[in-house]
């Protein structure tokens, strides 16, 4: 079982950065790629970012050069650093750990969520 904790949401203002937290219980979730996904008020869940167990990254288009998503294995944590915010990244941001997938329903893990809110 592995239990996800997302961490570092907030209001912040168009243009503005804020960088995201998911601490992973359970010893192996260097297995595992860490993706993070969001949802909009009255949207479906969407992907954002995934990071394999090796390091290969992939993104959203509408968060490419924004956004860069990092883990660090030895502190089983994954991170959003998200730059360049806009008002359309408001979202509740949650992040989970599965096989290297941009299908939300295959991930295996879910953390409670973390809301972002950008203030034009």
């Known amino acids: 079982q592995v239990q996800l904790v997302e961490s570092g949401g907030g209001l912040v203002q168009a243009g503005g950065s804020l960088r995201l937290s998911c601490a992973a219980s359970?010893?192996?979730?260097?297995?595992?790629?860490m993706g993070w996904y969001r949802q909009a008020p009255g949207k479906q869940r969407e992907f954002v970012a995934i990071?394999?167990?090796?390091?290969?990254?992939s993104y959203v288009d509408s968060v490419k050069g924004r956004f860069t998503i990092s883990r660090d294995n030895a502190k089983s944590t994954v991170y959003l650093q998200m730059n360049s915010l806009k008002p359309e990244d408001t979202a509740v941001y949650y992040c989970?750990?599965?096989?290297?997938?941009?299908?939300?329903?295959?991930?295996?893990?879910w953390g409670q969520g973390t809301q972002v809110t950008v203030s034009s």
């Open positions: 989970a750990a599965g096989p290297y997938t941009e299908r939300i329903g295959a991930m295996n893990y």
């Open positions: 990071i394999s167990s090796g390091g290969i990254r």
């Open positions: 359970g010893s192996i979730f260097s297995v595992y790629a």
